[in-house]
């Protein structure tokens, strides 16, 4: 972060002094660091295989792969009727029913899947939590009452 540009931060151009913006820019900039150690960046062609196990194996990136995982999703790739069953299930159903065919392709394919179902789950949690707390819910109902009413609602969302 540039310490002079603060459009993004309108409120923060205003009201900080020099030091202020110096000392946010520290901080912002140490972060960006520490988070680099913690979440390093991912190469995501390597999960192109994931999102489309039917592309062409040629230019897919199998560094990382074992043979008999390379020899399922050779196996995998070739197979329509997977193909077809792939255009109708969501991405995560969808490695889930080949898992007895597919059993190591297919487990590689759902750890990797899994990292964001999880957060998503954890994310919406704390929606769900932060709704109930919200001052526009301050109603005679108890939370478990809040809680039943909030889950018909996300089951009418999907």
């Avoid at 109930?132 to 809680?147: D, M, Q, S, T």
Wanted: glycine share 2%; hydrophobic share 40%.
């Amino acid at each position: 972060m540039k310490v002079d540009d603060l459009d993004m931060f309108p409120s923060v151009r205003k009201t900080c002094s020099t030091e202020m913006i110096l000392i946010i820019s520290a901080h912002l900039t140490c972060l960006e660091n520490r988070i680099q150690e913690y979440f390093p960046s991912i190469s995501f062609e390597e999960f192109d295989w994931i999102r489309n196990p039917f592309l062409d194996l040629s230019v897919t990136n199998l560094s990382n792969f074992h043979l008999c995982e390379e020899e399922e999703l050779a196996s995998l790739s070739s197979d329509r009727g997977l193909k077809l069953k792939y255009a109708q299930l969501p991405l995560d159903a969808f490695w889930i029913s080949v898992m007895e065919e597919y059993p190591t392709l297919s487990k590689k394919a759902i750890k990797v899947l899994l990292q964001f179902s999880t957060s998503y789950l954890c994310e919406l949690g704390f929606s769900y939590l932060s709704h109930i707390k919200n001052k526009k819910c301050e109603r005679l109902k108890n939370r478990e009452e809040e809680l039943v009413s909030l889950r018909f609602v996300h089951k009418l969302q999907q």
